[in-house]
């Protein structure tokens, strides 16, 4: 079946510091890819939409400059929280639909992000 | 996306069958009910969907009333695996749209 995959896992990090999470679509393209956010037991927050060769697009709330997304490819999409800061801790979780199979959504493992 | 709501949390033993209600009065008529579920400290996880009719797969049952106002995820033989929380979302079937997720449903299953 589809699968998604995230690396790292999980990370820590200094305050101040960059960190890049990328996601990948493993066997199909997806020219779109959605980046959420989970604080600790709280539902899934979305935080921006991936679009391949295109700007991608933040909800409302999310800064654009902080979180900066890249899809320069049908299969990956990266997401650096840049300047990261202790409330930046989260976990961060990629999706993407295949469109040969659009009915159902693929999520990735989820990257554990703590900032000390 | 049409709301919906569910109960913040359930208890089933384990081997019996898990039932897990949502309400989505406001759901339209092109919107699809959707179940996700995401095991502690992993991504989301799809199970199941409908449009009206009840579905069947091989890891749950979606039963959906006639009126297409409330629907029940059935797990017919519950497992400690089954252990998570569970989301109903109700969204347009295709295309490249967002998930919006709810407080979802905390099940526990009791050994």
């Known amino acids: 079946g589809a699968v998604v995959s995230q690396h790292p896992s999980w990370v820590i990090c200094k305050s101040g510091t960059s960190v890049k999470i990328e996601c990948r679509s493993l066997d199909f393209q997806a020219t779109t890819m959605f980046w959420y956010r989970q604080f600790p037991k709280q539902s899934l927050m979305l935080m921006a939409t991936s679009n391949e060769g295109s700007k991608a697009t933040y909800e409302q709330g999310v800064e654009k400059d902080k979180f900066l997304i890249n899809h320069a490819s049908l299969t990956l999409s990266t997401l650096t929280v840049t300047s990261a800061h202790p409330e930046d801790s989260s976990f961060y979780i990629c999706?993407?639909?295949?469109?040969?199979?659009?009915?159902?959504?693929?999520f990735g493992q989820g990257t554990r992000l703590t900032v000390v | 996306d049409a709301k919906t709501t569910q109960p913040t949390s359930m208890d089933c033993a384990e081997g019996r069958a898990a039932n897990l209600p949502c309400n989505h009065s406001?759901?339209?008529?092109?919107?699809?009910v959707y179940w996700y579920r995401q095991i502690h400290s992993q991504g989301p996880q799809y199970i199941i969907h409908g449009l009206k009719n009840n579905e069947t797969n091989e890891m749950a049952s979606l039963i959906i009333t006639e009126d297409r106002k409330s629907s029940t995820l059935i797990l017919p033989h519950a497992t400690l695996r089954d252990t998570a929380v569970y989301y109903c979302?109700?969204?347009?079937?295709?295309?490249?749209?967002?998930?919006?997720f709810g407080t979802g449903t905390r099940l526990t299953i009791i050994p």
């Open positions: 999706s993407a639909r295949d469109q040969s199979r659009p009915t159902e959504a693929f």
């Open positions: 406001t759901i339209s008529g092109n919107e699809y």
């Open positions: 979302i109700a969204q347009n079937r295709f295309g490249n749209e967002k998930l919006t």
